[in-house]
Structure formats: structure tokens, C-alpha cells
């Protein structure tokens, strides 16, 4: 057990980002993929059986290490799924900051519930040790990390220890919620940011010629399109200022928000025919993974659209209406 809490990956790999739970100026001591198993429990009943893959271990302290520690902030998170974001909280027994987390748990319920023997200053290692002894490294009694989604937010990871292949004892759980849309939001934006420019590092140090090839094919690869090979082609991609507008019930959002989206037009033609057939519209935003809303219609499509709202054009000059519109 010495030997596998020795091992701490405090740095963050290439491909990833703090998330945005964690506090500025917190310290990460330990970053590592462990073998999972999450479960689904449904209706209050016996959880299913779990599907096995890997999740990101990230522990991060707030207050220094050792005695001096505050905050214990333990963070799940999958390559695999961007939308598995889990984050826990643990605070000294005599430290709660204005503004902690509602999830936010104090050690000393945690230690009476669970009679644990470690103090807060030592539960680091006691994580730490437990982790790293979720990797099968030759290890005769391993144990495994299963997570319990409640499909309520809340989610609960167990360390189950298997004795002699004759038992399995639960030896520590700890309590986690999923990250909320905000934190998730940002993770998602500073992760495609990071990629960005490791894209364009690496770019910066390929010759000349190779850049200026590699320039031409992403282009190519932005007007392209999956189904540009079923007909369709691209008839208008343009980045065009948009106002977007929030419902008044909308949490922490301005009525309006002035952005600049990207407006994509392609249009499907019939081998042979010159009218299109079909169109789809999309309208991206390359800094926000959330935006993203295409609209496919067809001439019977199009003769409810243009009753409903009056429109005086046919449906081959739609695209040309609309490139007017955009512009």
C-alpha cells in the first residue's frame, strides 16, 4: 500500500483542461485513469449490471498539503463521453467557505458513517492509496471502483474489495452529483480551445509547403460535407451576426445576446437536374459546442411553409432568398 500511494501524477496531461469546479489556486495531487464500473439504478431497485471502461481521476486540495488542507475536491471524468462529468467535495471539519458547493460534505459525517480511522490530513493518502489500488498491477485482493448512477444527479462510488475471491466488502464510498450545465459548458469550451492550439503549435512547426497543403485540405474539409456525395453541395457558408434571444424564465441569461454564428445552405439536386430537390440549413458557432441547428425541408415541405407564412417565391429560389437574407 506504501508503494502504490507513492504513485501521484500531480500535473495535467496534454489533452487536459482543469475543470471549472475545481477553485483557481487549488493544487492537483493526483490525475490518473482507473478501471470503472457504472451502474444504472432504476425506481429504488437493484442496480443493473455496470458496463466496464475507464474515467479520469482528478484530486485536487485547497489550502496547501498535509495538515494544512481545507478542501478535498475529487473530479470524474471520461474521454469517452464528455457528458460524464461527476465532482465531490470534502471539507475540514471546521471549514466551510460562503461559497461552497450545496453538494459540499463535511469529513467528520463522512468518517462517523462510514467509521473510518483516517483523519482529514491523511484522507488524501487514504484516497490516493485507494485508487491506485484499483489498477490491476498484480495485485491479489484488488479492488474495484464501481459507480452507482441514481439517474436523479446524484451518483455514489463504492470501493469494493475482494477477499480470497470469496467476498466482496464495501470499504469506502463517497458521495458525488453530476457537474452542472455551466461547469460543463466551460470544460467542453476550454477542452476544444486547448485542442485548438495544440493543432496550430503543431502546425506552426511543419515546413511551409506542408502547412500551406494542410491549410487547403481543412478548408476543403469545412465545405465539405458526409452527404455531399448523395447529391447535395454547399450553396452558401458564410459567418453571419446573430441576436439570440432568452425567455424570460431563463437562469442567469440576458434577454439577448449578440453573437456571430456560422450559416451553412446546402442544396440536393437529382442527377441530371438543374432544380434542387431538398436544401438544409445549419447554423453553427465553432466557440459553442451547444450550438448547433440544422433544418432539412423538400418541396412538401416547403408548399406548408409557404402558405403558413406567406412566402412569394418557388422552392428552387429559396436558397437565393435566403443567401439575400443572410448577406
Not at 501521484?8 to 492537483?28: C, E, F, K, Y
Not at 475536491?73 to 474521454?79: A, G, K, T
Not at 448523395?230 to 452558401?236: K, M, S
Not at 442527377?271 to 458557432?285: V, Y
Request: proline share 8%.
Amino acid at each position: 500500500l506504501k508503494m502504490q500511494a507513492s504513485y501521484r501524477a500531480p500535473t495535467l496531461s496534454g489533452n487536459q483542461v482543469q475543470p471549472a469546479a475545481i477553485p483557481p489556486g487549488s493544487t492537483i495531487i493526483y490525475n490518473r485513469e482507473i478501471p470503472f464500473e457504472v451502474r444504472h439504478v432504476m425506481n429504488h431497485n437493484e442496480p443493473e449490471q455496470g458496463a466496464l471502461g475507464g474515467m479520469n481521476v482528478l484530486i485536487a486540495t485547497e489550502g496547501g498539503d498535509g495538515a494544512t488542507i481545507k478542501s478535498i475536491f475529487v473530479e470524474l471524468s471520461s474521454d469517452d463521453d464528455v457528458f460524464a462529468s461527476y465532482s465531490s467535495v470534502i471539507h475540514h471539519p471546521g471549514y466551510k467557505p460562503a461559497n461552497s458547493p450545496p453538494h459540499a460534505i463535511n469529513f467528520n459525517l463522512l468518517r462517523e458513517k462510514q467509521k473510518l480511522f483516517a483523519q482529514f490530513p491523511d484522507f488524501c493518502d487514504l484516497l490516493v492509496t485507494t485508487f491506485n489500488s484499483c489498477v490491476p498491477e498484480g495485485q491479489e485482493e484488488p479492488f474495484y471502483a464501481v459507480l452507482l448512477a441514481q439517474g436523479d444527479g446524484q451518483v455514489t462510488l463504492q470501493f469494493i474489495r475482494s477477499l480470497e475471491q470469496s467476498k466482496f466488502v464495501e470499504m469506502l464510498s463517497l458521495p458525488f452529483v453530476e457537474a452542472n450545465p455551466e461547469d460543463l459548458w466551460a470544460d467542453l469550451n476550454n477542452r476544444h480551445a486547448q485542442l485548438r492550439a495544440q493543432l496550430d503549435s503543431q502546425l506552426a512547426r511543419e515546413p511551409p509547403q506542408r502547412q500551406d497543403k494542410i491549410n487547403r485540405a481543412a478548408m476543403q474539409l469545412e465545405e465539405a460535407d458526409p452527404s455531399l456525395a448523395d447529391g447535395f453541395r454547399l450553396a452558401y457558408l458564410r459567418e453571419v451576426p446573430c441576436e439570440i434571444r432568452f425567455p424570460p424564465s431563463a437562469v442567469d441569461q440576458p434577454n439577448k445576446v449578440l453573437r456571430g454564428i456560422d450559416a451553412k445552405i446546402v442544396t440536393q439536386t437529382e442527377p441530371g437536374a438543374a432544380l434542387p430537390m431538398a436544401m438544409r440549413i445549419e447554423l453553427t458557432n465553432p466557440d459553442d459546442f451547444y450550438m448547433h441547428y440544422t433544418f432539412l425541408i423538400n418541396y412538401l415541405g416547403f408548399d406548408a411553409l409557404k402558405v403558413h407564412q406567406s412566402l412569394n417565391c418557388n422552392f428552387e429560389d429559396f436558397p437565393q432568398l435566403l443567401r439575400k437574407r443572410f448577406n
